[in-house]
């Protein structure tokens, strides 16, 4: 079975180089300043975006053939993102750190991906926001990119029960066009989601 660190390092980057559509539009919209850090990151595409609009970046992966070709975007973009190889099931999250956490096709086992969005919960700053674009269970159907195992994807009503107390400002479930390098390719199901962690009192 080839790993994500064998497929990364191609010299082609297989989620291209654009940032994706909903990132990208949605911190636009927000205005967001400050620290931010993406997990399961891949080759860096979104972990530069936001460093071209000013946030100091942080970027985890456990593929370090990924984090090189995201050093490398960044130095090709002149721009500036920290990178650590740290594997989501077995991650240290800091308390209050990060303005912004996003999470773009990070897909993983349903245990990981609960702990994930605890860390996610601990990491945010009171106030911070935490984007998402992942495939639901539906992008089976589809065939256009992603795990090929449901277990590996999302359901909406556990991603809003994970996030219920936060502020939601926007989530969608449904069909939208993807083309992003040859791995993302055509009419997909994805789940979105931004959500704000309450201000403490």
């Known amino acids: ?9 191609e010299d082609d980057y ?6 994706n559509e909903f990132i990208e539009m949605m911190h636009a919209k927000l205005g967001l300043t400050g620290d931010a850090l993406a997990i399961a990151e891949g080759e860096g595409r979104n972990a530069v975006h936001l460093a071209e609009q000013g946030m100091r970046v942080t ?4 593929a370090k053939s990924g984090l090189a070709k995201t050093e490398k975007l960044a130095q090709e973009r002149k721009v500036s993102v ?3 190889e740290v594997d989501l099931a077995q991650a240290e999250w800091p308390e209050g750190k990060w303005d912004e956490i996003i999470c773009v096709f990070g897909h993983f086992p349903k ?7 605890e860390g996610v919960r601990r990491a945010l700053k009171p ?4 984007l998402m674009e992942v ?14 195992k449901e277990s590996f994807l999302y359901r909406p009503e556990e ?3 994970a996030f219920a107390d936060f502020r939601l400002v926007h989530f969608f479930t449904g069909e939208v066009e993807r083309n992003e390098g040859k791995m993302h390719k055509g009419l997909s199901h994805v789940i979105q989601l931004a959500a704000q962690k309450p201000i403490d009192e």
């Open 159 to 161: 991603v809003l029960a």
């Open 1 to 9: 079975m080839t790993t994500w660190h064998e497929r990364f390092q």
């Open 59 to 62: 970027a985890w992966d456990f």
């Open 82 to 84: 920290f990178v650590a």
């Open 14 to 19: 297989l989620y291209g180089t654009e940032p």
């Open 127 to 130: 106030g911070g926001y935490f």
């Open 111 to 117: 245990e990981v991906q609960q702990k994930t969005f």
């Open 135 to 148: 495939y639901s269970e539906e992008q089976l159907k589809f065939g256009t990119g992603g795990p090929k």
